[in-house]
């Protein structure tokens, strides 16, 4: 499968087949993510992988509704999927420069936008490797990322970012629309 193959043929999968991942898939997933671009390669992404129900039932329940009367969609996903996999940025990495004294300051006013940037391309390699090797996943980000810490028992500097459930598809979505390349892209000057 070539690479825009993968990217126009990757779904957001929310049924997963109860077949167990691999470890060889597994590690070949996790081999994306090591290959993804960073500010300055700092490689600020940390992945704890869930495979135990009890954790992922706990992780679901901490999911968010984009509205408060809707369940996030992706919550059985998370409950179902033979593993889970928790993204999550190491604080104070990622978009920094050293000032004239040595010290690290913010080089951009996006602060730690850029950690979500960075762990954002590492889930997006982890999913299109994935996809390549038939396995489905749906990036969940809705979710009580202070409850999913503890749950996970990460450290004080480190931010969960997103859930990504990872297993064999039990659904094939067709693929939702796409604005033109014209309505978001502009040449020389942004156009309202």
Partial sequence: MDVMQAIMGRRS???YRA??????????????ARWAPSWSNTQCWRLVVVRDKETKSKLA????GVRPDKANPATEAVRSA?????????RGVSGLRKDESGQSVPATDKGDGW???????AMQN???????????????GSLDAAEAAGILGVP???????????????EEPAARPRKEINEFVF???YQR
Avoid: Y
């Avoid at 982890?126 to 990036?139: K, Q, Y």
């Fill in 13 to 15: 999968i929310r049924k």
């Fill in 19 to 32: 077949e167990p991942v691999t470890e060889e898939a597994l590690q070949t997933v996790l081999e994306a």
């Fill in 61 to 64: 329940d901490i999911l968010i």
């Fill in 82 to 90: 033979p593993v889970i996999i928790a993204a999550c940025g190491e």
């Fill in 115 to 121: 950690l979500m940037f960075d762990v954002a391309l």
């Fill in 126 to 140: 982890m999913s299109l490797a994935a996809h390549a090797l038939g396995l489905g996943t749906v990036h969940t």
């Fill in 156 to 170: 004080e500097n480190i931010v969960v970012v997103e859930l990504l459930p990872l297993g064999w598809p039990d």
């Fill in 187 to 189: 040449f020389e000057k």
